[in-house]
T-cell receptor
């Protein structure tokens, strides 16, 4: 069974631009969560999608948004990029709930200049 | 006080040693407790998953949860160089996972 895939793997943007990251969950998984990982703050929850609906949201500004498609694939968007948005963005999928086994993708490393 | 506290290390041990990794937390509502392992430039990988208090063993790994003390542990027996990674504890709270910052472990041959 294929794992969680994320594209692109690396991205360089400049301040003020916007970016869209993509995540394909494991086949059959309906819950997709997004996380931001930085050396200073560690792994922080962004949001979770289930059946095309945002079910939970972390404490991030509205510049961070996401969506989920009917095939469970998910995208996250960051608008008006700031230097502090440089991070590893991780996507994780599980069958139904975050309490279940979550499988992480390799992440997208975003650098904002 | 942060919700989840984890000593960042780094922790360096010789091959074959018993490793003890720990996290403390403040929210008594947490029910699900996990340990993830993350190798450099990779996503986290679930190692252990525990519901409520008690012990769980899987091969060389043992997870312990003490809800009365708000303290969780991961023990690694007969540690191997391949165990060198960052270990993150995580807890489920209000529908999302809250992670510790991770402990970097190095097992020397």
């Amino acid at each position: 069974k294929a794992g969680v895939t994320q594209t692109p793997r690396y991205l360089i943007k400049t301040r003020g631009q916007q970016v869209t990251l993509s995540c394909s969950p494991i086949s059959g998984h309906r819950s997709v969560s997004w996380y931001q990982q930085t050396p200073g703050q560690g792994l922080q929850f962004l949001f979770e999608y289930f059946s095309e609906t945002q079910r939970n949201k972390g404490n991030f500004p509205g510049r961070f948004s996401g969506r989920q498609f009917s095939n469970s694939r998910s995208e996250m968007n960051v608008s008006t990029l700031e230097l502090g948005d440089s991070a590893l963005y991780l996507c994780a999928s599980s069958l139904e709930r975050v309490q279940e086994t979550q499988y992480f993708g390799p992440g997208t490393r975003l650098l904002v200049l | 006080q942060k919700e989840v506290e984890q000593d960042p290390g780094p922790l360096s041990v010789p091959e074959g040693a018993i490793v003890s990794l720990n996290c403390t937390y403040s929210n008594s509502a947490f029910q699900y407790f996990m340990w993830y392992r993350q190798y450099s430039r990779k996503g986290p990988e679930l190692l252990m998953y525990t519901y409520s208090s008690g012990n769980k063993e899987d091969g060389r790994f043992t997870a312990q949860v003490d809800k009365s003390s708000k303290y969780i542990s991961l023990f690694i027996r007969d540690s191997q160089p391949s165990d060198s990674a960052t270990y993150l504890c995580a807890m489920e709270g209000q529908g999302n996972l809250i992670f510790g910052k991770g402990t970097k472990l190095s097992v020397k041959p």
